[in-house]
């Protein structure tokens, strides 16, 4: 009788497995390849040194992959056992690899989209902002806009630019340069007239069209005011954004990134219909037709969390090994470079001003309790202190609301903290999601904006939040700053900006194997993909990148190296 109930229980755990697995896609995917991996290594990876991201076995010498899944990570002999005639057999020539890295915040298709626009990233003069605008004249037919981005006017000393920049050369053709943060652009008087706006014309909600002493508007628009230039410009076509999408990820992939976390194209002022049409007209194009080449996790705004609901009903959270459905985000505030981050002291610069709160505090909180309570994970953009504390508050209410789950709410950006608030994150298990590279422009700009006291002690505070026991992603915000994970490792060692002899607030310098964590096994904690990613660990996919150092101790010392090869599942995708 014990017998035949032995026999008669393995179906019913087995159907067990399989309902949590049908409920839960991405962890199926890593059941059902581990269920059915050969005991026969595709690939060996040997000679090197291998950081696996996993504390169990931080360091291995090979590494062996069967059928784009990592089947055994150890010294030679132990790996060596899996390989067979056929195995191929990378030499790493005592090389460093790391797990393939994860951008935690990207906007991708707009990334990719700016790569054939104007580009004016880096410009540090007014002279350069112009002659690039001129350049682009020259090449572009009369009546088409000219679109561009990436400008900061903190390089050039800090003066707005207007559109009598650039109205003397461009009489024929609308322009429209975004700011690179996103919250702010600059239109030509071409464009301003075509859009409508004019003296008369009142500033929107949570917006600002800025104006000369008598009213006029200089051409700068910033948050929601923006759409009133950017809803009249032409859509981008869809095999326009299909490109996009194989540009940005060409690109990533030659930074060793392997998956994004991708925001969409939504931004303060533009359709929340944007991110939906890339999901369906590029995304599911892409997956359906083997053309995915990098990992993404897609973010929605929040105020279509139902139609999310509906898709994961129907799809589940994960569409492929390429493409898993990730949760909702919203907007608290701006930016600091725009003066519309929120923050319980005024601009030093701008004394009038707190920032912006970019929506009603109920609406917020409303949004985030039924997307919560319908399982989605929660992303809310927060820069200033104020804006921080308002979405911990926010996370806290909706947490006692809706009782305890594994619920992984993050706070995009969290750039400056309160007092006190990094123990808030760590105490309400908030995810702090950061792009270490912003911390290169703001150096500069913090002080002149906050006052020196409330910029050096709170901005940028990884190590506070580490030590508080917060789970911190990296990633780039591209296109606002670049793809480079081994930059913003980088740059959270160090803290230097390039003009800068001293490190920006040295005491919130991390560790080598924080600063990768947090780009890897950290970052795919903060997506729900820990289960296939985030580190060279059996059963995980082989995503994988090849660094040019040979020694972990001088990455640890220099925090310098370049990318050699990308992999992923296994297989070389760059170069």
């Known amino acids: 009788m014990n017998s035949l109930m032995m026999l008669l229980s393995v179906p019913i755990a087995l159907l067990s497995i399989l309902s949590f697995c049908f409920l839960h896609p991405t962890y199926f995917l890593g059941w059902k390849t581990l269920m059915s991996s050969p005991q026969v290594a595709d690939l060996v990876v040997r000679n090197g040194v291998i950081y696996t991201g996993d504390d169990s076995l931080p360091f291995a010498e090979s590494m062996a992959v069967a059928n784009g899944r990592v089947l055994r990570v150890g010294n030679h002999s132990y790996v060596q056992e899996l390989a067979s005639y056929g195995t191929e057999v990378l030499d790493l020539g005592g090389k460093v690899v790391v797990p393939g890295f994860i951008d935690s915040h990207v906007h991708f298709i707009p990334g990719g989209l700016q790569m054939m626009q104007v580009d004016l990233r880096g410009v540090n003069k007014k002279d350069e902002f112009i002659r690039r605008i001129k350049d682009a004249v020259q090449s572009t037919k009369q009546g088409s806009w000219i679109l561009g981005g990436g400008w900061n006017n903190d390089l050039w000393g800090g003066d707005l630019p207007a559109a009598s920049w650039i109205d003397d050369f461009t009489p024929y053709n609308p322009v429209w340069l975004l700011r690179t943060d996103g919250h702010m652009g600059l239109a030509n008087s071409v464009a301003l007239m075509l859009c409508g706006v004019t003296n008369s014309t009142d500033d929107p909600s949570e917006g600002t069209i800025k104006r000369t002493p008598d009213g006029e508007p200089t051409g700068l628009l910033i948050e929601s005011a923006m759409s009133l230039v950017m809803s009249q410009i032409p859509e981008d076509s869809v095999d326009d954004r299909r490109e996009a999408l194989l540009r940005a990820s060409n ?72 493409v898993y459905i990730g949760g909702v985000k919203a907007f608290a505030d701006g930016s600091l470079g725009s003066n519309s981050a929120l923050f319980y002291e005024p601009y030093v610069d701008d004394p009038n001003n707190y920032g912006q709160q970019m929506i009603e505090s109920d609406v917020l909180f409303s ?29 806290g209410s909706v947490a006692t609301i809706n009782g305890w789950r594994d619920r992984r709410f993050r706070i995009e950006h969290a750039q400056h903290l309160a007092m006190g608030t990094p123990h808030r994150f760590g105490k309400q298990r908030v995810i702090a999601s950061m792009q270490p590279d912003h911390l290169l422009d703001d150096a500069d700009t913090a002080s002149k904006k906050l006052g020196k006291d409330r910029a050096d002690n709170g901005s940028y505070l990884f190590r506070s939040l580490l030590e508080n026991n917060a789970l911190v992603a990296f990633g780039s915000d591209w296109p606002v700053a670049d793809i480079n994970p081994l930059s913003g490792i980088k740059t959270a060692m160090r803290r230097q900006p390039p003009t800068w002899k001293n490190a920006w607030i040295p005491s919130e310098c991390i560790s080598l194997d924080d600063a990768i964590k947090a780009y890897t096994i950290s970052a795919a904690r903060a997506s729900f993909l820990d289960n296939d990613l985030g580190s060279l660990s059996p059963g995980k996919l082989a995503d994988f990148v090849i660094l040019t150092t040979h020694s972990w101790e001088e990455l640890a010392e220099s925090a310098s190296a370049s990318i050699t090869a990308t992999y992923i599942s296994g297989v070389r995708a760059y170069p």
């Open 251 to 322: 690109f990533a992939l030659s930074r060793g990134v392997t998956t994004v976390v991708d925001m969409g194209r939504y931004y303060p002022g533009t359709s929340a219909n944007l991110s939906w049409e890339d999901f369906s007209d590029v995304y599911q194009w892409a997956n359906s037709m083997s053309k995915m080449k990098v990992r993404v996790c897609l973010f929605f705004p929040m105020e279509t969390w139902s139609r999310l609901v509906d898709v994961i009903n129907k799809m589940g959270h994960a569409l492929s090994e390429w």
């Open 367 to 395: 949004m985030t309790l039924e997307s919560d309570l319908s399982g989605l994970q929660v992303a809310i953009h927060a820069i200033g202190d104020k804006a921080n504390d308002l979405i911990l508050d926010t996370y």
